[in-house]
Antibody, heavy 119, light 110 residues
Framework: EVQLLESGGGLVQPGGSLRLSCAAS????????MTWVRQAPGKGLEWVSG????????DYADSVKGRVTISRDTSKNILFLQMNSLRAEDTAVYFC????????????WGQGTMVTVSS | ESVLTQSPGTLSLSPGERATLSCRAS???????LAWYQQKPDQAPRLLIY???RRATGIPDRFSGSGSGTDFTLTISRLEPEDFAVYYC???????????FGQGTKVEIK
C-alpha cells in the first residue's frame, strides 16, 4: 500500500525550530519529487516547499524562504522539513505529498501533522 | 504572481444535481499544469483531475475537468452524498518550480 506518514509536529514558541518527517512506503521513493503543503486552521491549501527526485533542486514559497529547508534521506525513504524562526502565521497542518508522474500534481498525500506556534 | 480565483465560494445543491465549479487564472496557463482536488473535513486532499481533464486513478467518471487558457471547470454530473466537500484547483509554475492553489469552493447540501 502506498503511504505517507508525517510526524514531528507540536507546540513551539515564536522564534523556535521544528523538524517534520514524512515516512514513505509502497513506492520507489527515489524516483519521485516530494513536497510539503500546509493548511492554517479554517483556511485553504498553501504549497510550502518541494524537492526533486535526485535532490538536485529544492524550491520554496516566498512565505517561508530563508527559514525552511527541505531534504530527503533516500536510504530510509524519509522526507524532512526543517523549520526555523517560526512565527504565529506558520501555525498549520503540514502535509507531505508525492509529486505525480505528470509533475504538475500531487497524487499521494499523508494525513498531516499539526504545528502550533504560540507562546 | 499568478493567482487562481475559484467561484463560487459556496455551492448549495441537492444530491443528484449537477455541480459546476470555476477556476480562473490571472495569466494563461498550460492545460498540463492544472489540477483539481477534493478535501473532506479533517482529511488530506485527494487528487481528482490532472492535466485539466484527466481523471486520477480510482476517480468516478461523474467527475470531469475541462477548460484552457485562463478558464477551467470541474463538473460533477450527479452529486452523491460523499461528494459534499471543498474543492481546490491548483496550478504548476515551471520556472521557478512551484505550485499555487485557488482559495477553494465548498459544495454543501442544500
Amino acid at each position: 500500500e502506498v503511504q505517507l506518514l508525517e510526524s514531528g509536529g507540536g507546540l513551539v514558541q515564536p522564534g523556535g525550530s521544528l523538524r517534520l518527517s514524512c515516512a514513505a512506503s509502497g513506492f520507489i521513493f527515489s524516483n519521485y519529487g516530494m513536497t510539503w503543503v500546509r493548511q492554517a486552521p479554517g483556511k485553504g491549501l498553501e504549497w510550502v516547499s518541494g524537492i526533486s527526485a535526485g535532490e538536485e533542486s529544492t524550491d520554496y514559497a516566498d512565505s517561508v524562504k530563508g527559514r525552511v529547508t527541505i531534504s530527503r534521506d533516500t536510504s530510509k525513504n524519509i522526507l524532512f522539513l526543517q523549520m526555523n524562526s517560526l512565527r504565529a502565521e506558520d501555525t498549520a497542518v503540514y502535509f507531505c505529498a508525492k509529486v505525480a508522474d505528470t509533475v504538475s500534481a500531487f497524487d499521494i498525500w499523508g494525513q498531516g501533522t499539526m504545528v502550533t506556534v504560540s507562546s | 504572481e499568478s493567482v487562481l480565483t475559484q467561484s463560487p465560494g459556496t455551492l448549495s445543491l441537492s444530491p443528484g444535481e449537477r455541480a459546476t465549479l470555476s477556476c480562473r487564472a490571472s495569466q494563461s496557463i498550460s492545460s498540463s499544469y492544472l489540477a483539481w482536488y477534493q478535501q473532506k473535513p479533517d482529511q488530506a486532499p485527494r487528487l481528482l483531475i490532472y492535466d485539466a481533464s484527466r481523471r486520477a486513478t480510482g476517480i468516478p467518471d461523474r467527475f470531469s475537468g475541462s477548460g484552457s487558457g485562463t478558464d477551467f471547470t470541474l463538473t460533477i454530473s450527479r452529486l452523491e452524498p460523499e461528494d459534499f466537500a471543498v474543492y481546490y484547483c491548483q496550478r504548476f509554475v515551471p520556472s521557478p518550480p512551484g505550485w499555487t492553489f485557488g482559495q477553494g469552493t465548498k459544495v454543501e447540501i442544500k
